[in-house]
């Protein structure tokens, strides 16, 4: 992996809807279950899409990266707390991450990690997952996480609502599943 510069914060939307850069994990996630030989270049755009640090991937890093987020689908699957909070804290021991005080241009102050200088990028990658995951978590009290409920469709996505559990990933699908089921409805009725 070329590294041009230190790894920093997901920067990706300054404006509040990527709650701690959980987005970018969901996008990873989905990228490597769609597509589980991904190349360098596919993992490379998601880091760019979500403002990721500047790697320049290589194909044995996208080998690497594809494996560490294995870990993170685990995570993204599970709606127990408990179990969620054991899988967390796994990576933490493991990967332990250096939290970091950061203001982003427009923000205010927010926790985001740091890999140590010496850190490859499945240290980086699941110390910082795990580190959001785990906040997210203990902010929310659930597995504010899920995969989408539309049929033919399994992507992960992350729960950023405040009143009733997100069951879709984006309103698209939501409208897909409301249209069938009010279709079989009337078949039914």
Same mark, same amino acid.
């Given at each position: 992996?070329?590294?041009?510069?230190?790894?920093?914060?997901?920067?990706?939307?300054? $404006?509040? $809807?990527?709650? +701690? $850069?959980?987005? /970018?994990?969901?996008?990873?996630?989905?990228?490597?279950?769609?597509?589980?030989?991904?190349?360098?270049?596919?993992?490379? *755009?998601?880091?760019?899409?979500?403002?990721?640090?500047?790697?320049?991937?290589?194909?044995?890093?996208?080998?690497?990266?594809? %494996?560490?987020? &294995?870990?993170?689908?685990?995570?993204?699957?599970?709606?127990?707390?408990?179990?969620?909070?054991?899988?967390?804290?796994?990576?933490?021991?493991?990967?332990? %991450?250096?939290? +970091?005080?950061?203001?982003?241009?427009?923000?205010?102050?927010?926790?985001?990690?740091?890999?140590?200088?010496? %850190? =490859?990028?499945?240290?980086?990658?699941? &110390?910082? *997952?795990?580190? %959001?995951?785990?906040?997210?978590?203990?902010?929310?009290? &659930?597995?504010?996480?899920?995969?989408?409920?539309? *049929? $033919?469709? =399994?992507?992960? /996505?992350?729960?950023?609502?405040?009143?009733?559990?997100?069951? /879709? #990933?984006?309103?698209? #699908?939501?409208? +897909?599943?409301?249209?069938?089921?009010?279709?079989?409805?009337?078949?039914?009725?």
């Amino acid at each position: 992996m070329a590294n041009d510069q230190k790894a920093g914060p997901m920067t990706d939307d300054l $404006g509040g $809807g990527n709650p +701690r $850069g959980l987005h /970018f994990i969901t996008d990873l996630a989905n990228t490597v279950r769609d597509d589980p030989e991904a190349e360098a270049a596919d993992l490379q *755009a998601v880091l760019a899409r979500h403002g990721g640090p500047p790697f320049r991937l290589t194909d044995a890093d996208a080998c690497e990266l594809r %494996a560490a987020t &294995s870990h993170l689908i685990r995570i993204l699957t599970m709606h127990d707390e408990d179990e969620a909070a054991e899988a967390i804290n796994t990576l933490l021991d493991r990967y332990p %991450a250096r939290p +970091r005080l950061v203001r982003l241009p427009g923000r205010p102050w927010s926790l985001h990690t740091q890999a140590p200088p010496t %850190a =490859d990028l499945t240290h980086w990658l699941l &110390s910082t *997952a795990a580190l %959001a995951l785990g906040l997210w978590l203990s902010e929310r009290g &659930s597995c504010a996480w899920g995969q989408c409920g539309a *049929a $033919g469709c =399994d992507r992960f /996505f992350i729960d950023a609502g405040r009143r009733t559990p997100q069951r /879709f #990933c984006t309103p698209r #699908c939501a409208t +897909r599943a409301r249209v069938a089921a009010h279709r079989a409805h009337r078949t039914l009725g």
